[in-house]
């Protein structure tokens, strides 16, 4: 259920969601993609499936690039083995690795099955899974069938689940891309996040004809009935001024909360990601437009370093 009572739908209602879904994901991959995704996946037991995602969809040059994947495992036990790491990544997930081939770089993120459809969907007030997952991707490797029909379902959530979330704070009318720029800004604002004004809505128009696509399959199974009136959306039933409080009051919680697990996950990837507080400089660099400087003692105390690095990139405006 939604947190407005909604359920996703499912079954004849989502197919033509799920279709577009399936179709997006499988379309295939640069082969050094394809190479890194199974590569990744040969280093875990039980991997199930990898997905490419991010802004490097679009480059068809990838060096000097960072690639981003999830690769989702049957069991974080069977992964990690009787470790740490599989216990802080079914506490905090996901944890986060880098990852280097043939002169290419990568970071993975890793989710069971179980973690992923959970985190894709409404059932969690935390946005950095669904919100991705709204946005294109790519299969990259699967271990078969089953694993790979199980990934369709659950990226079929996604986009319903961001949209539902957002539907409090749009207007009755909205122009169908507008509504997804108004969404994916929401979600942005509840994330630590390094990039220039204006990024949710150059999401969008990276590819405007693929979020017309979506938005009535979208909008679909998420229970949230419209029309068109000269090409604007309209929804069936417009939102109450108690709902749109409430919805403004679980967007606070979610940026709270979720800028909160940012840090939470930034100390974790200290311990997980060689090199992490480096990486964050780079990042935050090449979207933000603002050069961040590491100092040795940060490198070698890296928690305390970030600590200390991000209230001056929030006061700076590099992090929001």
Known sequence: MTRRGHPIASGKKNAALRALVAEELARPVQPAVADMAAAIAAKYPGARAVLYYGSTLRDAQLEGLMLDFYLIVADYAQAFGKTWLARANRLLPPNVFPFEQDGLVAKYAVLSEADFARLASPRTRNVSVWARFAQPARLAWTADKAAADRAIDTVAQAAPTLLDAARPCVPDSVDPLDLWRQAFALTYAAELRAERAGRAGSVVDADPDRYRAFTGPALEAAGLATHLVNDRLVFDRPMSTAERAQGKKCWARRRREGKALTLLRLAKASA?????????????????????????????????????????????????
């Open 272 to 320: 997980t990601y060689a090199g992490g507080i480096d990486y964050l400089a780079w990042k935050i660099s090449r979207h933000s437009g603002q050069k961040v400087e590491i100092q040795p003692w940060q490198r070698k105390w890296p928690i305390l370093g970030a600590i200390t690095l991000l209230p001056r990139l929030i006061v700076k405006g590099a992090v929001r």
